[in-house]
C-alpha cells in the first residue's frame, strides 16, 4: 500500500514538473518580454491593443478547432448580454492589462512582480465586498503581511519610481476588482462561459473597446508622429516590430494554454505555490540580468509579503477540503490571483485559459 501510494506520489510529482516549467517558462518569458520591448517601442497601450486581437484570435481558431473536434456549437452571447453582463469585467481587466504594461516604462522588473503581489489585497477586500469571503482574523494577517512586505521593500528604494509605482497599485487595485467580477461572471451557469476559451473569446472585444480611448489620448499623437511605426525608413524595421508584436501575442497565449495545463492536470493549489516560486526566479533573474539593486530590507520585505501570499494558499489550501461538493460551474479558473481567490484545489477546466495574465501581463 505504501509503495503504490510512494508510486502514485512519484508520478504526480513526474507530471506536474514539466507542466511547471512550461508554465514558468511562458509566465517569466512575457515578464521580461514586456520590460524589453518598452525599451525599443514605448507605446505600452498599442502593444496592449494588439495583442488583444490576437490572443482573440487564437480564441476564435480554438473555439473553432473545438467544436469540429465535438461537434458541439460553443456558447455565443449577443452583444446585448456582452455588453450588459461581461462589460464591468472586460473593463476592468483591459486597464489592469495595459496599465502592467504601461508601468514597465518607468518600474524595474523586481518593483513590478513585488507591487504587483498587493493584487491579492484587492482581490481579498472585493471578495469581501462581495460576500465571495467571510472576514476572518486569519485574513487579516494576511493582509498586514502583504502590506508590511511591500512597505519595506519600497522603503529608500534605490530604483523606486513614484508614476511607475502608482500605476502598478492602480493595475494591482483593478486587478482585484476584475479577478472578483470575473469569479462570478464565470459562475452564472445560464451564460455558458464556464470555459475560459469562451470567457476570452467574449471579452477580448470588449477589453479593446475599453481601453482604446486611453491609447487615443495618450498614445494616439506620439504614435502617428513616431518613425517607429508610420515613418519608418527601413521595411526591415517595421518587420522586426511585427515579429516582436507577434511573439509577445504568442507569449500572452502560450501563458494561458501552460495554466491551463497546469491546473487541469494537477490543481490549483499547484499552481498558486508554483507562483509564488516563480516570483523569487523573477526577482533571482532581475537583479542578475537586468542589474536591479535590491538591499537587505528589500529582500526582507520580499520574504515577508510571500509569507502573506504563502499563508493565504495554505488556509485556502485548508478551507477546500470542506468545499468537495462545490458547483462545477465554480472550476473556471486559471490565473493565479483567480486561483488564490477560489475555495477548492481541484480544477477540471475544459480548454487552454488564455484568459489573459499573467500576465500576468
Known sequence: MAAGAGGA?????????????????????????NKWLMK?????????????????????????????????????????????????????????????????????????TMT????????????????????RVTLLLVVLLIAGGLFMFTYKSTQ??????????????????????????MQKAELGLQNPIDIMFHLQPLMFLGLFPLFAVFEGLPLSISEKLFRFHEAGMLFSLVGKLFLGGILAFGLGFSEFLLVSRTSSLTLSIAGIFKEICILFLATHLLGDRLSLLNWLGFAVCLSGI????????????????????????????????????????????????????
Open 310 to 361: 504563502s499563508l493565504h494558499v495554505v488556509l485556502k489550501a485548508m478551507n477546500s477540503k470542506g468545499d468537495k461538493a462545490l458547483e462545477p460551474h465554480k472550476e473556471a479558473s486559471s490565473d493565479p490571483d483567480l486561483e488564490l481567490l477560489l475555495h477548492h484545489p481541484e480544477h477540471g477546466e475544459e480548454e487552454e485559459e488564455v484568459v489573459e495574465t499573467p500576465q500576468q501581463h
Open 116 to 135: 504587483k503581489s498587493s493584487a491579492i489585497l484587492f482581490i481579498l477586500l472585493f471578495s469581501l465586498l462581495f460576500k465571495l469571503e467571510e472576514m
Open 40 to 112: 525599443s517601442f514605448p507605446f505600452p497601450l498599442l502593444v496592449t491593443l494588439l495583442h488583444l486581437l490576437l490572443i482573440f484570435a487564437l480564441a476564435a481558431l480554438a473555439r473553432a478547432l473545438a467544436r469540429c473536434r465535438s461537434g458541439r456549437p460553443r456558447a455565443a452571447l449577443s452583444w446585448a448580454d456582452c455588453l450588459r453582463r461581461a462589460a464591468p469585467a472586460a473593463l476592468s481587466t483591459s486597464l489592469d492589462i495595459g496599465l502592467s504594461n504601461w508601468s514597465f516604462l518607468y518600474v524595474t522588473v523586481s518593483l513590478y
Open 9 to 33: 506520489a512519484l508520478g504526480r510529482a513526474a507530471l506536474a514538473a514539466p507542466l511547471v516549467l512550461l508554465y514558468y517558462g511562458f509566465s517569466i518569458g512575457i515578464t521580461f518580454y
Open 160 to 185: 523606486f519610481n513614484a508614476q511607475g509605482f502608482v500605476l502598478v497599485l492602480c493595475a494591482s487595485f483593478l486587478g482585484g476588482i476584475r479577478w472578483t467580477l470575473t469569479q462570478i461572471l
